[in-house]
Each structure stands twice: as C-alpha cells, then as structure tokens.
C-alpha cells in the first residue's frame, strides 16, 4: 500500500510538472490589458501609448507600442497577428535575425533563447552600420500575439523600468550581463 501511494504520488508530481512545462511561462495578455499595465507601470497617460488596428501589413489585425518621451530609451510594444501561424511565422524571424548578428557581427552578454520568449542583456553590434547597441529586455509570442520589451541605453535605471514593465506583464526576465 505505502509504495502504491509513493508512485501515484509520482505519478501526480510528473502530470503537474508536464501541465506546467506546457504551459510555456508566457501568458497571453489583450491589448486592452497591454496598454492598462503600461500605463501603470511607466505612470503615462493614455494617450502617450500609440494604437492602431489597422497596418502597413494584411496578418496585423493590430498593434499598440510606448516609447516614452526619448524613443533611444524604451521600446514597449504588442502585435496582435491575425493567427498564431503569422506570430509564430514572424517570431521565429526575430530569432533567425538575432541567430544571424551573433554568427555574423557579434553578441557580447548573456542571452536565452527559448520556445516562446528571448531574452538578452547584450552588446549587439551592427557590421552593415558599424553601430553598437546595448540591448536589454525581450521578445515573448503568447498565441497569436508578439510582445517586446526593451532598452537601448545601457544604464541599470532603464533595465530596472524593463524589468518592472517585464514582472507586471508576468514574464521571464533577462539575466544581467
């Protein structure tokens, strides 16, 4: 009797585990819900998060970004494609891009790649530009939505409004460099 309730003791422990890896750690969030905790977050106004629910391209049903009033010092955005084949189209774009500037031009920093997020802490250098960023934040795709999170300008006061953004939204953080 004792080891039968140790193995579905086991048994339970490993379906929990499973449930969770599933899960994926990256919960999807509306637009609405997007723009009501950037707003709390970074303390602005409304009117200071640009939405639209039209764009430039036919597999965007809509995308809403805060840039604050320095466009080199945040960059917040959701995209809302109009399946999860077009997110998951375009976030792997994202990640064969950044694959392409460490193999090519460089990575200098800490960065993890996963099924739905990037995160990185990083100097990235540009060769066709001959620019150096130092990028912080990440890239999380929930369904059919893209969400980016990040900073341009190296200093720990920016990564640290990054990583409050990062906690409200309830996703993994980078690690710093």
Request: aromatic share 12%.
């Amino acid at each position: 009797m004792k080891n039968l309730k140790g193995i579905i003791s086991a048994v339970l422990v490993a379906v929990m585990a499973l449930s969770l890896c599933a899960c994926g750690g990256v919960k999807e969030i509306s637009v609405k819900d997007f723009k009501s905790t950037i707003k709390d977050v970074m303390d602005c106004d409304k009117e200071d998060i640009y939405e639209t629910d039209s764009a430039y391209y036919d597999y965007i049903d809509s995308y809403a970004y805060y840039m604050g009033e320095d466009s080199d010092k945040y960059e917040i955005r959701i995209t809302e494609y109009e399946d999860e084949e077009a997110a998951q189209y375009n976030f792997d774009e994202i990640i064969n891009q950044m694959d392409f500037i460490k193999k090519h031009d460089g990575i200098e920093g800490k960065y993890k790649t996963a099924k739905n997020y990037y995160v990185i802490d990083a100097e990235v250098e540009y060769d066709y530009d001959a620019d150096t960023v130092k990028l912080y934040g990440g890239v999380y795709i929930a369904k059919n939505y893209i969400i980016s999170v990040s900073t341009s300008t190296g200093k720990d006061k920016d990564k640290d409004v990054i990583d409050d953004v990062i906690k409200a939204l309830g996703y993994s953080k980078p690690s710093r460099a």
